[in-house]
């Protein structure tokens, strides 16, 4: 094997592993790893088909990902019940992805309840107990697709907080696992005692 094949199984790898991924922008970047290194083996064996397929789809990928952080995109957040059906089945469905980062969250009460939107479909769910501006967290999920746009941020963010537009000025949580502690300070939260917490105003 020659280092020009040796460009190509690359180029093959990237684009299998981005078939592992379950988040959306991991699977496009990973994928457009992998169209970049077709191309550059499209040019290093003169095959023009090859150059200009996948540099239409480094293009594709460049474009989405570029919309995934933009500014542009459709964010919202539903007020909904907590024991409404279709939140109820929406977490049942996801109850083993949910177990793995917030296990205890079926036996924290809640009394606030909101579905994340994102361009239309649901991305997750927020819930918690109010006691008047703040909110305590019992679950606060987002689907794995989702988890590296900027969801996350922008439910607790300062200025566009989904959750401030509802009245909510701080968010309390007890996270009982590294996985929601690590992705809780990665969205700005800071130790306050025992619990970890955000101002949104």
Do not use: C
């Not at 690359?10 to 299998?16: E, L, P, T, W």
Request: charged letters at 20%; proline letters at 4%.
């Amino acid at each position: 094997m020659n280092w020009i094949e040796l460009v190509g199984y690359i180029a093959s790898a990237f684009v299998v592993l981005s078939f592992a991924m379950s988040s959306i922008v991991k699977i496009r970047t990973i994928s457009l790893i992998g169209s970049v290194f077709y191309v550059g083996y499209g040019a290093l064996i003169g095959s023009i088909p090859i150059i200009l397929a996948n540099a239409t789809i480094v293009v594709f990928h460049v474009l989405a990902l570029s919309k995934e952080f933009s500014s542009s995109t459709e964010l919202g957040a539903v007020p909904i019940a907590p024991d409404a059906p279709f939140l109820v089945d929406f977490l049942h469905s996801h109850e083993d992805d949910i177990a793995a980062s917030q296990p205890e969250y079926r036996r924290r009460p809640s009394d606030t309840a909101f579905v994340l939107m994102r361009e239309g479909m649901p991305a997750g769910a927020v819930l918690g107990t109010r006691d008047g501006d703040s909110l305590h967290l019992a679950l606060d999920y987002v689907l794995p697709a989702y988890r590296d746009s900027r969801l996350g941020r922008w439910i607790y963010g300062a200025r566009t907080s989904a959750l401030r537009a509802h009245g909510i000025r701080e968010v309390t949580a007890a996270p009982t696992t590294d996985v929601h502690r690590h992705y809780l300070e990665h969205v700005g939260f800071e130790r306050r005692g025992d619990l970890m917490a955000k101002t949104l105003a």
